[in-house]
């Protein structure tokens, strides 16, 4: 069972026949996200064809129709359409192969000096109330390497009307006035759900405080994918601030979706993985172990995952933050017990969680990893945007 977005004015049998031209709200009934969006033509004919059998609940507002649900049984080979991306729990293998294959395509056109002009006439706006590097000039040079143009803010917290006290709600209604697509960064976890629910117009998460980090998830994911060459029976170590890192999150969220993975926790205790976490992995028969071994378990595994210990989640705990910064480091004793096939990644920025000495040792595949940031980047804009 799968979701799509639209909604029909009437059924019989329960297969609809007919449907209105544009959806003015709709509830996505996985995701609980509520989109607002026109129906595309392609949708229009799903609708109007069995054996699509689809399970409604609407309720009649004025002369119009405002969707609360939708579940759609439809063949596995039916195009796959992104309209927002939020969380690491939204995708599913098929999905991921799309966007890999996107991501593929789109690195030929970066290697290409002519680029694209795909995206000509679109505007990407990025919201970041929180510092970045990697990720907001990634999207910036995504849109730009396939045509598009950007509206640009980097401190929101502090530069924009945020500071005077509007809501993340009223920014969102008057940016998208501006842009074609949103990309937000914010300190408070379910920040980007809040935007989408507000926005007529695609919402990116691009890391909502300690919560997820989709984006880096799926280059994560399509890296190990490039470096090992399968991602079924992987075995991954994820080491560092596990409770705050929304990248391995988002990251344990994604690789469960594969077959025979195996996870190891390495973290200080004032760090550790969350329950929720483990408990979504334990569902999904997801084998996971806590260790405070580095070295033996980094011999065991094909990727080390490193995370630094984020001072800014401490707050006025310095003492916690000591206390858990340096205990667990990769060095060239590391890379001594890794197998030759292994890598070590990392969603960066580092501090000295991983020593320079290690750069030059082709298993460092992190900065590797932060380019393949730039294809992922450019796929996922070209599906939000054309599909």
């Not at 890391?207 to 799926?218: E, K, S, W, Y």
């Not at 206390?323 to 920025?349: F, T, W």
């Not at 020593?355 to 992190?366: E, F, G, I, M």
């Amino acid at each position: 069972m799968s979701s799509t977005h639209a909604c029909s004015l009437t059924t019989h049998n329960g297969f609809p026949t007919s449907a209105p031209s544009y959806i003015p709200s709709f509830k996505h009934s996985s995701s609980g996200i509520t989109y607002k969006r026109p129906l595309l033509s392609n949708q229009s004919s799903l609708l109007t064809n069995p054996p699509y059998r689809l399970l409604v609940s609407y309720a009649k507002l004025k002369n119009d129709i405002r969707c609360h649900s939708l579940n759609t049984e439809m063949p596995s080979s039916a195009k796959f359409q992104l309209n927002d991306v939020i969380e690491a729990q939204q995708f599913d293998r098929d999905s991921l192969n799309a966007i890999f294959e996107v991501a593929r395509e789109m690195e030929k056109i970066e290697k290409n000096s002519t680029g694209s002009m795909m995206l000509k006439g679109y505007l990407m706006a990025t919201l970041f109330y929180e510092p970045s590097t990697r990720t907001r000039l990634s999207f910036e040079s995504a849109m730009k390497r396939l045509g598009g143009e950007v509206l640009t803010t980097e401190n929101a917290r502090e530069f924009s009307s945020a500071a005077k006290g509007e809501t993340l709600e009223d920014t969102i209604r008057t940016v998208e006035g501006y842009a074609d697509i949103i990309v937000l960064r914010h300190f408070e976890s379910g920040a980007a759900k809040r935007a989408a629910l507000t926005a007529n117009i695609p919402v990116i998460n691009a890391g909502d405080g300690p919560g997820q980090h989709p984006t880096q998830a799926l280059l994560d994911v399509y890296t190990i994918e490039r470096e090992i060459g399968r991602l079924d029976g992987i075995t991954l170590c994820l080491v560092g601030d596990l409770a705050n890192g929304r990248t391995v999150r988002s990251l344990a969220y994604l690789i469960a979706k594969y077959q025979n993975v195996k996870i190891y926790f390495v973290a200080p205790d004032v760090v550790k993985m969350k329950d929720d976490i483990k408990e979504y992995l334990t569902s999904r028969g997801v084998e996971w172990k806590e260790s405070a071994d580095l070295m033996e378990v980094a011999s065991k595994c094909d990727v080390v995952y490193q995370t630094r210990i984020q001072r800014e989640r401490f707050g006025e705990r310095v003492d916690l933050y000591e206390e858990a910064r340096g205990k667990y480091i990769v060095d060239k004793n590391v890379l001594s017990v890794l197998q030759k096939h292994a890598i070590i990644m990392h969603p960066l920025p580092r501090l000295d969680e991983i020593t320079v000495d290690v750069d030059s040792d082709p298993r460092a595949a992190y900065f590797r990893q932060a380019k393949n940031g730039l294809y992922i980047r450019m796929a996922i804009l070209k599906l939000l945007v054309l599909g």
